[in-house]
């Protein structure tokens, strides 16, 4: 399959340039000989990164200027998805995003859409012709990367909350583990605080344990959790995120190590995997 590349535009089968105009509106020329020479009977993906509503509205024009040029067969590939954590409404006065983002990709009537680890099925319940890509290779990438480096080590899977729980079984069943760790915790939704971290054991006896979920923000759920889990008794408390934000820096009290990718954006000094292996 072509790919049209906003992340890694050198890779992009046609050479294109963006830029914004000075109301901010973003905009993009494609290069029009090179689309000339092209199959355009070949299916085509736009791979890209959602961060934004910039994001969003390139990607729409991309497949608006690719629909006036003859293409068929136009699908989306979505490393991360704007909106993809309010999948529903919070609190009296707030928006449905997720809604409302789904809602402006099926009228761009796409062939199909994929989206690496989105947050919840609600994601793909509202986006027509959508698909899930789960995290389940790039976890397996990260558990090898470490056994490489620590082959004695027998992995536990960690669930940081209610929400990951779903995935996490899956996940330990892809992978073959059988320890798998599930921990909870309250957030009061009108200020974001975390409390009373719990876990489903009472003695860790050592292990090196893995908390595995789709995204790091500012990172309280892993510290709180990560804490938690070394006062059970854990030897080290490892981070596998899918989307690395990292809002408030990759430096989080009681993980020893991270792994990510650069679905959101690139990260150093974590290991941090590239998208295009999974997308």
Known sequence: MQTFDL???ERSVFPFKTMLFPDGQPHVKIDAVQVEKAD???????LTRLNNANDLLLALFVKNTLDYMGFGHIELHVSYLLAARMDRV????EPFSLKVIAAMLNQAGFKKIRVFDPHSEVT??????SYAVTNHFFVRDALQDYAGRHPAVKPCLVSPDAGALKKIHKLAQSLNIGDVVECMKERDVRTGALTNFKAMTENLHGQTCFIVDD?????GTFAG???MLKEK???KVHLIVSHGIFSKGI???????IYTTDSYRQVDNVHCFPISKYL
């Not at 430096?251 to 190590?257: H, L, Q």
């Open 7 to 9: 992340i890694y535009p």
């Open 40 to 46: 355009k009977e070949q299916p085509l993906r736009i």
């Open 90 to 93: 919070m609190l009296d006065g």
């Open 124 to 129: 793909t319940a509202l986006i027509d012709r």
């Open 215 to 219: 995204i790091c923000d500012g990172g």
């Open 225 to 227: 959790t990560a804490k």
């Open 233 to 235: 008794g854990a030897g």
């Open 251 to 257: 430096s989080i009290e009681a993980i020893d190590e």
